[in-house]
């Protein structure tokens, strides 16, 4: 069994920065890419940034210059530090990973619970 916590959600005012974190427990063989979405009321879910196991990293245009992604491979953690937030980045940020368990060879990609950001202008 897996499970994706992430934390550091809350309000913020615009200009404001907020890191997220999001920790990966259970029976891992390995974890590959691991990557952080977000849906704002009444939107779709869009990726905003990914990360390979090798440290390769991807941003959304949206974000690019504003947010970076990092992962501790020894903690099982990956992070989204936010800087210069604007309301536009309101949203439940979910963060995913896809994952080898130590009982198959098949990578399968686990999603966490979301923790919600608000940007206030």
């Known amino acids: 069994q897996v499970q994706l916590v992430e934390s550091g959600g809350g309000l913020v005012q615009a200009g404001g920065s907020l890191r997220l974190s999001c920790t990966t427990s259970?029976?891992?063989?390995?974890?590959?890419?691991m990557s952080w979405y977000r849906q704002a009321a009444g939107k779709q879910r869009e990726l905003v940034a990914t990360?390979?196991?090798?440290?390769?990293?991807n941003y959304a245009d949206s974000v690019k210059g504003r947010f970076t992604i990092s992962r501790d491979n020894a903690k099982n953690t990956v992070y989204l530090q936010m800087n210069s937030l604007k309301p536009e980045d309101t949203a439940v940020y979910y963060c995913?990973?896809?994952?080898?368990?130590?009982?198959?060879?098949?990578?399968?990609?686990?999603w966490g619970q979301g923790t919600q950001v608000t940007v206030s202008s």
């Open positions: 995913s990973a896809v994952i080898s368990l130590r009982d198959s060879e098949s990578r399968y990609k686990y």
């Open positions: 259970g029976s891992i063989f390995s974890i590959y890419t």
């Open positions: 990360i390979t196991s090798g440290g390769s990293t």
